[in-house]
């Protein structure tokens, strides 16, 4: 999995969600800040987050590719749900399954809070989002040192379904990028595509040239609903996206 070198999330301390009961939970290099609409059983947390790595940690040992490789790998049929979804959310991008693993252990953890009856879930994981919410949410970008950082931010609207907004940057965080770009973020109604597609996107921005043919990129792949990409003092978006102050 990824480096187990601390890093402070300090943008999680910007975070004001009215209405929502707070909760960081840490497993290992997994480290997620989560919000609902009541208090998070952070007993079941620990075990749900200690299941999927165990999932993902065992077919490594089968397979030590899944870990490694930079392009889609066939997974076997028989393998943990979690690992055939990084394996098909890799495909869809076109990058290496660990590329979906922040958002895919938010999905699927989201997705076992909501059957527990949550009504709001949040669940950030290394800036790559589960969300479902009741409530519209305002969402800042944080792009490091661009001087846009925070200045850009979405609205989110409440809706039946949950959602992923994921995050990906050349200059900011510890995840693997061969791009430049100071953020790009991904929205999808999976998360684990819209982490592989935020990384796939990335990969593309090298320079402020690189932006429409990036957003193309974006735009061609089934399934995603908007990016925006932050390249020092310029940005680029596309999709059902709504800006606000």
Same mark, same amino acid.
Request: hydrophobic residues 45%.
């Given at each position: 999995m990824k480096s187990d070198k601390y890093q402070k999330r300090s943008y999680r301390d910007w975070v004001k969600a009215s209405g929502l009961c707070k909760a960081e939970v840490a497993v290992q290099e997994t480290d997620l800040h989560i919000l609902t609409d009541k208090p998070v059983d952070k007993d079941f947390v620990e075990d749900k987050i200690r299941l999927l790595r165990r999932h993902i940690e065992?077919?490594?040992?089968?397979?030590?590719?899944?870990?490694?490789?930079?392009?889609? $790998?066939?997974?076997?049929?028989?393998?943990?749900? !979690?690992?055939?979804?990084? /394996?098909?959310?890799? #495909?869809?991008?076109?990058?290496?399954?660990?590329?979906?693993?922040?958002?895919?252990?938010?999905?699927?953890?989201?997705?076992? $809070?909501?059957?527990?009856?949550?009504?709001?879930? !949040?669940?950030?994981?290394? /800036?790559?989002?589960? #969300?479902?919410?009741?409530?519209?949410?305002?969402?800042?970008?944080?792009?490091?040192?661009?001087v846009l950082s925070q200045k850009i931010c979405l609205k989110i609207k409440p809706g039946i379904k949950p959602m992923g907004i994921c995050t990906s940057s050349g200059t900011v965080g510890h995840s693997l990028s061969f791009g430049c770009a100071d953020s790009v973020v991904i929205i999808a109604a999976d998360a684990s595509l819209a982490d592989a597609a935020a990384t796939a996107v990335g990969n593309r921005v090298h320079t402020q040239e690189d932006l429409p043919a990036a957003i193309d990129f974006a735009r061609s792949l089934k399934g995603i609903s908007g990016a925006v990409i932050v390249f020092g003092d310029r940005f680029a978006s596309w999709g059902n996206i709504e800006f606000t102050a």
């Open positions: 065992g077919y490594i040992q089968k397979d030590h590719r899944f870990l490694t490789s930079l392009s889609p $790998l066939a997974v076997e049929k028989t393998a943990p749900l !979690i690992v055939r979804d990084m /394996g098909r959310a890799a #495909l869809q991008a076109n990058v290496g399954p660990m590329a979906a693993v922040a958002g895919a252990i938010a999905k699927f953890l989201g997705t076992s $809070l909501l059957r527990k009856g949550y009504r709001d879930v !949040i669940i950030e994981n290394g /800036g790559d989002i589960f #969300l479902k919410t009741t409530q519209p949410r305002i969402l800042s970008i944080y792009s490091g040192s661009s």
